[in-house]
């Protein structure tokens, strides 16, 4: 299995309601990003999480870094319809390799007006 | 500042054809990844380049698949003999030259449709 699956792999809420995806993956990493992409379009960086971080809140969303669990959640508070969009996390386990990114399947989110 | 650029954003190829896919880094950056995304799945990484140097290569096939990052220009994606598993958006995204974690800048992608 790969490096990098999200949990669920869909998810149908009301705006207005929390959303949360999981993420686990199965080596070291230098670091955890989270990322969203709208249907047909490129990636849009959300935030970057250290592995020596706990927690990091940006607006609206909350990431969590459990390294002993190799695990990472995503919460984004008070959807709205625009947050319809495929969420991907990606490992980065640094090095001499360079910041390649390891994806997961992602999750896909629909908010509902 | 303009951001990744890819071009083409479209590019429809017959069996046996070559496609050639560009991508221009943002200003400054000097890193360079490709990754390839069939539908419903994550990204792939395929390819990292810096200034003239193929860094890893690692997810790249072996056969009729190349990479450059040229002094002058943009990185280009080659595909020789192109099949039609070859179908799928590619996506560049470049980071500045600094050590340690940093962000990548994800172009718009290139979506190839091999008949």
């Known amino acids: 299995s790969q490096q990098g699956e999200e949990d669920p792999q869909a998810l149908s809420i009301q705006e207005g309601e929390n959303a949360t995806m999981n993420c686990s993956y199965k080596t070291s990493i230098n670091n955890l990003q989270w990322y969203r992409q709208n249907s047909g379009r490129g990636l849009v960086h959300l935030i970057l999480i250290r592995s020596n971080e706990r927690e990091k809140h940006s607006g609206r969303l909350r990431v969590t870094l459990d390294t002993s669990k190799k695990s990472s959640s995503l919460l984004i508070t008070a959807s709205r319809a625009a947050d319809t969009a495929s969420y991907f996390c990606?490992?980065?386990?640094?090095?001499?390799?360079?910041?390649?990114?390891?994806f997961g399947g992602g999750t896909r989110v629909l908010v509902k007006p | 500042n303009a951001g990744v650029m890819q071009n083409p954003r479209h590019l429809v190829r017959r069996r046996g054809q070559e496609a050639r896919l560009r991508c221009s880094p943002m200003?400054?950056?000097?890193?360079v990844y490709w990754y390839r995304q069939l539908p419903e799945e994550g990204l792939k990484f395929m390819v990292y380049l810096q200034k003239e140097n193929i860094i890893d290569e690692s997810g790249m096939p072996k056969e009729r698949f190349s990479a450059e990052f040229p002094k002058e220009g943009p990185s280009i994606l080659r595909i020789q003999q192109v099949v039609r598993g070859d179908s799928a958006a590619y996506f560049c995204?470049?980071?500045?030259?600094?050590?340690?974690?940093?962000?990548?800048?994800f172009g718009p992608g290139t979506r190839l449709t091999v008949l």
């Open positions: 990606a490992t980065d386990a640094g090095g001499a390799a360079g910041n390649k990114l390891t």
């Open positions: 995204a470049s980071s500045p030259p600094e050590q340690g974690p940093v962000e990548q800048f």
């Open positions: 200003k400054g950056h000097s890193h």
